[in-house]
């Protein structure tokens, strides 16, 4: 059975500074209520159309200007999808919700940080076409479906590996990035996540690929051709990893949990075709924690990303590595997640413009969840990391140094770094 919740991310890109080309995402299913919508009234045209997701500036007052724009460090946008939930499930409701509430108790949200913070909110229908570019057209048109299911029986789960249900509700998202001199980076605070669905269908909580629609969004909008998508999510992202396994234009590179869910994300597995050498997985052996992950972006992620050159870099951000997660059992801490946020940044900013957005994906202990995104703001916007006062070492052991030293020096040697 396909799903009611969807969400693709369009990106901003400054049109020669006269125009901001905007698009988001999102396709909003029949709800239970009685101002219920269908899914179709959300979809602008059939499969088959071409529809841009462009919005001009100069139609819409109610998106920020230009200028407040240009003035922003961070550029974000919240789709919580309340109505898609399902009680103990990890994946729930509250995940997003708590990250917001932590940002505005840091005082990290526009009401207290602007012109620097921007939260874009209003949002414009996805095509079925961007939809399509990943997925394939049977799944989406099972869509309706669903809805129908869940419509009548509340929720549903769907097919595929993995407890991934859907309701009728919501699943919006947005990205932003530009390409002025110090463009913003974005941050799409969205769910559920999207790195395991697989062109023909959704798994293991996942329903829709985000970053593989905005991946392929970006190259045939916004003429972005060469895209390098970091997934350091604990869980392997196999269904971005298939979705672009034979795609010269897109490398793909994993950081995980070895034997974690699903499975996949083998060192051996690197590409086909004319894709042969753009898919990177490194898993890392349990217990990897901040200095693994300090060295894999040193020695493996940078030289990559500059060996590919990249036109904008997309981030599949998961934090279950946490050591309080619940789901896996990796060490990276809050100060881990302000290094990768801020070295990946600044990685954009040498190689693509700066041209970076950043996507939620899994994390489901609240608390190191909503800190971790906080002090990922807080390293795009340059400030000091705060983890020290959330992170305990106490809970911390020895890394299995050795194993991920050598983890570190076969993917090296598979990929000529």
Same mark, same amino acid.
């Given at each position: 059975?396909?799903?009611?919740?969807?969400?693709?991310?369009?990106?901003?890109?400054?049109?020669?500074?006269?125009?901001?080309?905007?698009?988001? #995402?999102? /396709?909003?299913?029949?709800?239970?209520?009685?101002?219920?919508?269908?899914?179709?009234?959300?979809?602008?045209?059939?499969?088959?159309?071409?529809?841009?997701?462009?919005?001009?500036?100069?139609?819409?007052?109610?998106?920020?200007?230009?200028?407040?724009?240009?003035?922003?460090?961070?550029?974000?946008?919240?789709?919580?999808? %309340?109505?898609?939930?399902?009680?103990?499930?990890?994946?729930?409701?509250?995940?997003?919700?708590?990250?917001?509430?932590?940002?505005?108790?840091?005082? %990290?949200?526009?009401?207290?940080?602007?012109?620097?913070?921007?939260?874009?909110?209003?949002?414009?229908?996805?095509?079925?076409?961007?939809?399509?570019?990943?997925?394939?057209?049977?799944?989406?048109?099972?869509?309706?479906?669903?809805?129908?299911?869940?419509?009548?029986?509340?929720?549903?789960?769907?097919?595929?590996?993995?407890?991934?249900?859907?309701?009728?509700?919501?699943?919006?998202?947005?990205?932003?990035?530009?390409?002025?001199?110090?463009?913003?980076?974005?941050?799409?605070?969205?769910?559920?996540?999207?790195?395991?669905?697989?062109?023909?269908?959704?798994?293991?909580?996942?329903?829709? @690929?985000?970053?593989?629609?905005?991946?392929?969004?970006?190259?045939?909008?916004?003429? %972005?051709?060469?895209?390098?998508? #970091?997934?350091?999510?604990?869980?392997?992202?196999?269904?971005?990893?298939?979705?672009?396994?034979? $795609?010269?234009?897109?490398?793909?590179?994993?950081?995980?949990?070895?034997?974690?869910?699903?499975?996949?994300?083998?060192?051996?597995?690197?590409?086909?075709? $004319? @894709?042969?050498?753009?898919?990177?997985?490194?898993?890392?052996?349990?217990?990897?924690?901040?200095?693994?992950?300090?060295?894999?972006?040193?020695? /493996?992620?940078?030289?990559?990303?500059?060996?590919?050159?990249?036109?904008?870099?997309? #981030?599949?951000?998961?934090?279950?590595?946490?050591?309080?997660?619940?789901?896996?059992? %990796?060490?990276?801490?809050?100060?881990?997640?302000?290094?990768?946020?801020?070295?990946?940044?600044?990685?954009?900013? $040498?190689?693509?413009?700066?041209?970076?957005?950043?996507?939620?994906?899994?994390?489901?202990?609240?608390?190191?969840?909503?800190?971790?995104?906080?002090?990922?703001?807080?390293?795009?916007? @340059?400030?000091?990391?705060?983890?020290?006062?959330?992170?305990?070492?106490?809970?911390?052991?020895?890394?299995?140094?050795?194993?991920?030293?050598?983890?570190?020096?076969?993917?090296?040697?598979?990929?000529?770094?």
């Amino acid at each position: 059975m396909g799903s009611p919740v969807l969400a693709i991310q369009n990106l901003l890109k400054w049109k020669k500074y006269k125009r901001l080309d905007f698009g988001t #995402v999102f /396709v909003k299913g029949r709800r239970l209520e009685k101002h219920a919508v269908s899914w179709r009234e959300h979809c602008t045209e059939r499969i088959g159309a071409s529809i841009s997701c462009s919005h001009s500036f100069n139609k819409d007052t109610n998106l920020p200007s230009i200028q407040e724009l240009t003035n922003a460090r961070v550029i974000y946008s919240v789709a919580p999808a %309340l109505g898609h939930n399902q009680e103990s499930h990890p994946e729930s409701h509250r995940r997003v919700p708590a990250i917001v509430s932590a940002l505005e108790k840091m005082e %990290l949200t526009s009401k207290f940080r602007g012109p620097e913070i921007t939260e874009l909110k209003n949002f414009m229908p996805a095509s079925v076409d961007d939809i399509a570019s990943v997925h394939a057209k049977p799944y989406i048109a099972r869509l309706e479906q669903a809805m129908d299911q869940a419509s009548e029986q509340g929720i549903i789960f769907i097919e595929g590996t993995g407890p991934t249900y859907a309701t009728g509700d919501t699943f919006q998202g947005v990205a932003a990035s530009n390409n002025s001199q110090n463009p913003p980076t974005g941050f799409a605070l969205i769910r559920p996540p999207g790195h395991h669905a697989i062109p023909k269908g959704p798994m293991g909580f996942c329903v829709f @690929g985000n970053v593989a629609i905005a991946a392929r969004h970006a190259q045939r909008v916004h003429g %972005l051709q060469r895209v390098f998508i #970091v997934d350091f999510d604990v869980h392997h992202g196999n269904g971005t990893n298939d979705a672009f396994y034979d $795609d010269p234009d897109i490398f793909f590179l994993s950081t995980h949990q070895d034997g974690s869910y699903p499975g996949t994300g083998k060192i051996h597995e690197v590409g086909h075709g $004319d @894709g042969e050498g753009t898919t990177l997985n490194l898993p890392l052996p349990g217990g990897s924690g901040d200095i693994a992950m300090r060295t894999v972006f040193d020695e /493996v992620i940078v030289p990559c990303a500059q060996k590919f050159k990249p036109d904008i870099i997309l #981030v599949s951000a998961g934090y279950d590595g946490h050591v309080l997660d619940p789901l896996a059992s %990796l060490q990276f801490t809050t100060g881990t997640y302000y290094m990768l946020a801020s070295d990946i940044t600044q990685l954009a900013k $040498d190689l693509c413009g700066g041209r970076c957005v950043f996507f939620l994906e899994g994390g489901y202990n609240l608390d190191s969840l909503s800190y971790s995104v906080a002090d990922s703001f807080r390293a795009f916007l @340059g400030e000091k990391s705060l983890a020290s006062e959330f992170d305990n070492p106490a809970f911390l052991y020895e890394e299995p140094s050795t194993r991920v030293k050598q983890a570190i020096q076969r993917v090296k040697h598979i990929h000529c770094l």
